[in-house]
């Protein structure tokens, strides 16, 4: 999803850029040293340089998952008034509104602005690991294009 996204943005010229978290070996939050690691130094610059981020998360048991908990611990206020959007990918269609918890807790610990039309895919849009849902494909596109008209301030 996240890559047929940054494939959506390159066709309208817009730059985007792409982290996947398995490449990054950041730290589990400790609230002590872990802030001073080098990958959380680089994943916060670029968090804090992006006008929109867009967050590409796996459900797991009814949430996000850990992953980028630990990523929004350790970065914390590089997400301060921030757009935020998300692609969503689950098992099933019952975990619908599990992004819930982590968008309010954007809104309300850094003042994010939380694109309100979200991306949700299951198990059966997928095939060999790659998007073959043309209804997710579509939203995927109406986010494109609704998360370079949002702006915020």
Not at 39 to 52: C, G, H, P, Y
Not at 57 to 68: E, G, K, Q, R, T
Request: net charge negative.
């Amino acid at each position: 999803m996240a890559n047929y996204l940054a494939d959506c943005y390159q066709t309208k010229s817009i730059s985007a850029g792409l982290v996947d978290l398995r490449d990054s070996q950041l730290p589990l939050c400790d609230g002590d040293s872990a802030y001073g690691h080098r990958s959380v130094a680089a994943l916060s610059r670029a968090i804090s340089d992006a006008r929109v981020i867009v967050v590409a998360a796996p459900i797991y048991n009814f949430d996000v998952s850990a992953a980028l908990k630990n990523l929004i611990e350790l970065t914390g206020d590089a997400w301060e008034n921030k757009i935020v959007g998300f692609l969503c990918a689950a098992g099933g269609a019952s975990s619908y509104m599990s992004v819930m918890g982590i968008m309010n807790s954007l809104m309300l610990d850094f003042r994010c602005l939380i694109i309100p039309r979200f991306v949700y895919a299951t198990g059966k849009d997928f095939e060999d690991g790659q998007l073959i849902s043309n209804a997710v494909k579509e939203r995927i596109q109406e986010f494109a294009t609704t998360s370079t008209k949002i702006r915020n301030g």
